[in-house]
């Protein structure tokens, strides 16, 4: 079974057969968590740092590293019965995806918010493959919890 994870969006499983997905990383953030006594895992796909206002950020929580991080670990919690502590926590992404000098830093901006929200929550990194002018996508194995990492260049010049 797939489960596939668009911009904005998470998902979880505890399928043994299960792959969850993401695709095409730029400067949006992928947060995975794993839960080796449950079994477990779970993916968001963070594409901003915070809303820009409270309905936003409760209409599409998943979309925001503030509230999709929390919301990411509240449903694997609440969902499988784990601990927090017990997460093994991976991030992704987060690159330089703009031609030239970037002064907005989407992709660091999501990096510092994610890493903002799980240093709140106590948690810890585990592995990050992050920044750079690569886009990623993602195949996490429920079974296991890794994560394979596909990469492509993101051209840094317009034709």
């Not at 809303?51 to 409760?58: K, N, Q, T, W, Y």
């Amino acid at each position: 079974m797939e489960l596939i994870v668009g911009m904005g969006d998470y998902g979880l499983s505890d399928r043994r057969d299960a792959v969850i997905r993401t695709f095409a990383l730029g400067t949006c953030v992928a947060v995975t968590a794993y839960s080796p006594a449950q079994r477990a895992a779970g993916m968001v796909h963070v594409v901003l740092p915070f809303p820009l206002d409270s309905r936003d950020g409760a209409e599409r929580p998943a979309r925001f590293a503030s509230t999709g991080v929390p919301l990411l670990v509240g449903a694997m919690c609440t969902r499988y019965g784990c601990q927090p502590e017990e997460l093994t926590i991976q991030l992704y992404g987060g690159a330089d995806a703009m031609p030239g000098p970037d002064v907005y830093r989407v992709g660091q901006k999501n990096i510092d918010a994610v890493k903002r929200a799980l240093l709140g929550m106590g948690l810890t990194i585990h592995r990050a493959d992050l920044r750079g002018n690569l886009s990623r996508s993602l195949a996490m194995q429920v079974n296991t919890g890794s994560v394979a990492v596909f990469r492509q260049p993101i051209p840094t010049s317009r034709r």
